[in-house]
Antibody, heavy 119, light 109 residues
Framework: QVLLQESGPGLVKPSETLSLTCTVS????????WSWIRQPPGKGLEWIAY???????NYNPSLKSRVTMSVDTPKNQFSLKMTSLTAADTAVYYC?????????????WGQGTLVTVSS | EIVLTQSPGTLSLSPGERATLSCRAS???????LAWYQQKPGQAPRLLIS???SRATGIPVRFSGSGSGTDFTLTISSLEPQDSAVYYC??????????FGPGTKVEIK
């Protein structure tokens, strides 16, 4: 059973940079696809970023200028960096896996980590 | 960008009743690219259906998906108390992008 666990700061100041890490256990990070998704309190889901095992990436156009995703295969981790944070970035951030052969949906999710942007 | 609309916003039904949730896309979506998720309070979303109609591992048979083109449906054939949740549809778009619908909240009376 694949398990994903997000880690990062719970509180970030406005204008600062958020760094989140997702640690994958129970399976190799290689040959799969990985994503970050967020959910503001009481609201719906918003896809942020996607990265393949080969390193190709894609981002939500509305966030693209502020977001970078990377994969650390030896550590079985992948990460998200988001710059210039505002209160609108306050959300639960989830990491998720996409299946190898049909990377069109998210089959495993982390439990999520709440990030609050406040001074 | 394809926009997904879900209806109704909230569905309030009794145990044993049938729930029909709608997901409508602003443009045609391949069946392969349409998925449904269940999210309970304080939990991460859980994959229910992929490819419009394929149940994910461990999902009870009372959950079924159907549809094509711009109209997709998630049906819960006989509601159980633990089905109280928000249900989201999601589509995969060109240039590798993903969008979610706004969700339908299912309440069990």
């Amino acid at each position: 059973q694949v398990l994903l666990q997000e880690s990062g700061p719970g509180l970030v100041k406005p204008s600062e940079t958020l760094s989140l890490t997702c640690t994958v256990s129970g399976g190799s990070i290689g040959y799969y696809y990985w994503s970050w998704i967020r959910q503001p309190p009481g609201k719906g889901l918003e896809w942020i970023a996607y990265m393949s095992y080969s390193g190709s990436s894609n981002y939500n156009p509305s966030l693209k200028s502020r977001v970078t995703m990377s994969v650390d295969t030896p550590k079985n981790q992948f990460s998200l960096k988001m710059t210039s944070l505002t209160a609108a970035d306050t959300a639960v951030y989830y990491c998720a896996r996409l299946p190898r052969l049909t990377p069109y949906f998210f089959d495993f999710w982390g439990q999520g980590t709440l990030v609050t942007v406040s001074s | 960008e394809i926009v997904l609309t879900q209806s109704p916003g909230t569905l309030s039904l009794s145990p044993g009743e049938r729930a029909t949730l709608s997901c409508r896309a602003s443009q045609s979506v391949s069946r392969s690219y349409l998925a449904w998720y269940q999210q309970k309070p304080g939990q991460a979303p859980r994959l229910l259906i992929s490819g419009a109609s394929s149940r994910a591992t461990g999902i009870p048979v009372r959950f079924s998906g159907s549809g094509s083109g711009t109209d997709f449906t998630l049906t819960i054939s006989s509601l159980e108390p633990q089905d109280s949740a928000v249900y989201y549809c999601q589509q995969y778009g060109s240039s590798v992008s993903f969008t979610f619908g706004p969700g339908t909240k299912v309440e069990i009376k």
